[in-house]
C-alpha cells in the first residue's frame, strides 16, 4: 500500500510533492518522445505533479515534451522550468519566459528559475521576475546553482528575499550543501530541489550502496531516493523515461528510514566536515 508522498513548503504557504519528476536529456530524440511523455503521464498518475524542465534542455524540447504530457492536464500539475543566464537581462528574461510558455502550451510557470548565475546583473533578473510574477505569468521565481554566498547577495537585493526555491545538485555521492547552504535554507524556510539524485545513474552502480540495499531488500535508487525524502524540505525530481521506473522512484516514498540506516549510509557516503565549494553538472 502507498502511503501519501511527503511534501516540500514554499515560504507562501503553498506545499508540493517532495518528489517530483527531471525532464533533463527528454526531447532529444523524436523517435522517443511518445515514450517520455508516457513516462511523465506515469509520475502525475502516481502523484509525483511536480515537473522540472528547463529552456536549455534540448534546446527546448523537453518543454515541449512536458507540454505534451500535460495537456488537458495542467491544473493537476505543478510546473518548473528555468532560463538561461545567457537570457537573463531584463527584457531578455521576459522573452525567455514567453518561449517557454508557448512550448509548454500554458499560460503560466509555477516556479520559474535562473538556471545559474551569469553575466548580467541579477537585480535586472530579479525585476523582470517580479514583473512576470505581476503579469500572473509566474507564480513564484528562484535560482539554481547558487551557492550560500550567491544566496545571500540574492537576498540582500531590492526584491531579492522573494526568492522561493534554490536547485542544486545533491545526492548521497555530493553532499556539500548539507554543511551550510542547506541549514542557510532551512533557516530561510526555503525549499531546496536536488537535482541528479540518483548522480545520473552512477549511485546505481556504487558497492557500498547496492551492499546495504540488498541486505534491506530495496533496489539501490530507491534506498538513494529514501534518503533525500528524509531530508527537510527537499525535493527530489528524478528523470526517467520508463513508466515502470517512476513506479519504482515513487515507491521510494513508502521507504521510513530508521537511525541507524541513516547512520550507516553516513558511513559509505560521509557528510561534509567543512565548506565545499557548490558542484554543478
Known amino acids: 500500500m502507498s502511503h501519501a508522498l511527503p511534501t516540500a513548503t514554499f515560504r507562501?504557504?503553498?506545499?508540493?510533492?517532495?518528489?517530483?519528476?527531471?525532464?533533463?536529456?527528454?526531447?532529444e530524440r523524436r523517435s522517443e518522445k511518445a515514450?517520455?511523455?508516457?513516462?511523465?503521464q506515469a509520475g502525475i498518475d502516481c502523484g509525483m505533479t511536480l515537473i522540472d524542465t528547463a529552456e536549455m534542455?534540448?534546446?527546448?524540447?523537453?518543454?515541449?515534451?512536458?507540454g505534451e504530457a500535460i495537456s488537458g492536464r495542467r491544473d493537476e500539475v505543478f510546473l518548473v522550468s528555468k532560463v538561461l543566464p545567457s537570457n537573463a537581462s531584463r527584457h531578455g528574461t521576459i522573452a525567455a519566459c514567453e518561449a517557454s510558455l508557448k512550448r509548454l502550451g500554458t499560460d503560466h510557470i509555477d516556479l520559474y528559475l535562473l538556471h545559474w548565475p551569469g553575466r548580467h546583473p541579477l537585480n535586472g533578473t530579479v525585476e523582470a521576475f517580479e514583473e512576470l510574477r505581476e503579469a500572473g505569468k509566474i507564480r513564484r521565481w528562484g535560482v539554481s546553482n547558487?551557492?550560500?554566498l550567491a544566496m545571500r547577495q540574492l537576498s540582500a537585493l531590492p526584491g531579492g528575499a522573494g526568492c522561493a526555491a534554490n536547485q542544486v545538485l545533491y545526492n548521497l555521492s555530493t553532499r556539500g550543501i548539507e554543511f551550510d547552504l542547506l541549514p542557510w535554507m532551512g533557516e530561510n524556510a526555503m525549499p531546496l530541489m536536488a537535482y541528479s539524485p540518483l548522480d545520473e545513474g552512477r549511485l546505481l552502480r556504487h558497492p557500498g550502496l547496492g551492499k546495504?540495499?540488498?541486505r534491506l531488500g530495496l533496489p539501490p535508487a530507491q534506498l538513494a531516493l529514501a534518503f533525500l525524502l528524509s531530508r527537510d524540505n527537499v525535493i527530489a525530481?528524478?528523470?526517467?523515461?520508463?513508466?515502470?521506473?517512476?513506479?519504482e522512484n515513487r515507491a521510494a516514498a513508502d521507504i521510513s528510514l530508521s537511525g541507524d540506516q541513516l547512520a550507516e549510509l553516513n558511513q559509505i557516503f560521509p557528510p561534509p566536515r567543512s565548506r565545499e565549494p557548490l558542484q554543478m553538472i
Open 237 to 247: 525530481i528524478p528523470k526517467s523515461s520508463s513508466p515502470d521506473r517512476v513506479a
Open 146 to 148: 547558487f551557492d550560500t
Open 12 to 27: 507562501d504557504g503553498y506545499t508540493v510533492p517532495a518528489l517530483g519528476l527531471g525532464t533533463w536529456h527528454m526531447g
Open 57 to 66: 534542455y534540448a534546446n527546448g524540447g523537453a518543454e515541449e515534451v512536458t
Open 212 to 214: 546495504l540495499a540488498k
Open 35 to 40: 515514450g517520455e511523455v508516457r513516462a511523465l
